[in-house]
């Protein structure tokens, strides 16, 4: 009887540990952190009218990703707006239709083991990835800020910026943004053609000091007259 008894009276604290499945602490965490960081892009103008997407891997085996839902006021983001999906985007976790770009999203965490991936439709990316379209990418080369970069030590680095043309046919663009990433290593973001930028780290605040890093450097090209090459 007694046994019984305290069986019972465990019941609830089972049921609370069922609902502390670690995997949910890490999404949450992640959702979090996502909204945070695109709440302040907005603020800098670089993800205006539901603009741009976030990504962080949440498991590699299998793949596992925390992304933006499509079409959010990112201005408004809560981690209730961020959708689990695998390696396919299917949704595993949440409500609500991935971006389409999240095909991309996935492609750039194989190819370079990236932890994180941060989309941004600035002005700027917007300028110069039109301007420099025909020179196939933009070299940022000379700034301080460069050190900002993975890897960067000093300002005599010269970093190339891909530009790639722009599709609404993600499967085929995500082959095109893999094979870009294959044969140029080391690079730390590319363009889409008057779209935006793409940029990664290991982990999501290396992610988000690449969207700095990279903004403020194509904002002092274009500021500084260099959105007309040769
Ligand atoms: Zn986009």
Same mark, same amino acid.
């Given at each position: 009887m007694k046994k019984t008894k305290r069986r019972v009276e465990r019941k609830p604290a089972q049921q609370i540990? #069922?609902?502390? =499945?670690? $995997?949910?602490?890490?999404? /949450?965490? $992640?959702?979090?952190?996502?909204?945070? &960081?695109?709440?302040?892009?907005? @603020?800098?103008?670089?993800?205006?009218? $539901?603009?741009g997407n976030f990504s962080a891997?949440?498991? #590699?085996?299998?793949?596992?990703? /925390?992304? $933006?839902?499509?079409?959010?006021?990112?201005?408004n983001l809560t981690p209730e707006?961020?959708?689990?999906?695998? =390696? /396919?985007?299917?949704?595993?976790?949440?409500?609500?239709?991935?971006?389409a770009e999240a095909l991309l999203h996935? /492609? &750039?965490? #194989?190819?370079?083991? @990236?932890? @994180?991936v941060?989309?941004?439709?600035?002005?700027w990316s917007t300028v110069l990835s039109g301007t420099h379209a025909s020179h196939g990418g933009v070299a940022l080369e000379g700034?301080?800020?460069? +050190?900002?970069?993975?890897?960067?030590?000093?300002? +005599?680095? #010269?970093?190339?910026?891909? &530009?790639l043309e722009n599709s609404q046919d993600m499967v085929e663009l995500a082959d095109r943004v893999s094979k870009t990433l294959r044969e140029i290593p080391? &690079?730390?973001?590319?363009?889409?053609?008057?779209?935006?930028?793409y940029t990664w780290g290991r982990n999501l605040q290396e992610a988000k000091r690449h969207v700095e890093i990279l903004e403020f450097l194509m904002e002092v090209l274009v500021r500084s007259g260099a959105a007309h090459p040769a």
């Open positions: 540990n #069922r609902h502390s =499945d670690p $995997t949910d602490s890490v999404f /949450a965490g $992640t959702a979090a952190d996502l909204s945070e &960081i695109g709440r302040s892009f907005y @603020a800098r103008g670089w993800v205006l009218g $539901t603009s891997v949440l498991s #590699r085996e299998p793949l596992r990703l /925390a992304v $933006t839902s499509t079409g959010l006021d990112k201005g707006h961020f959708l689990e999906v695998d =390696d /396919a985007v299917n949704v595993v976790r949440g409500n609500g239709r991935p971006s996935v /492609a &750039i965490v #194989r190819c370079v083991h @990236a932890g @994180a941060l989309h941004t439709h600035s002005v700034f301080e800020m460069l +050190k900002g970069l993975e890897g960067v030590r000093t300002h +005599k680095h #010269r970093e190339w910026l891909p &530009i080391g &690079i730390h973001g590319f363009l889409l053609k008057e779209h935006g930028l």
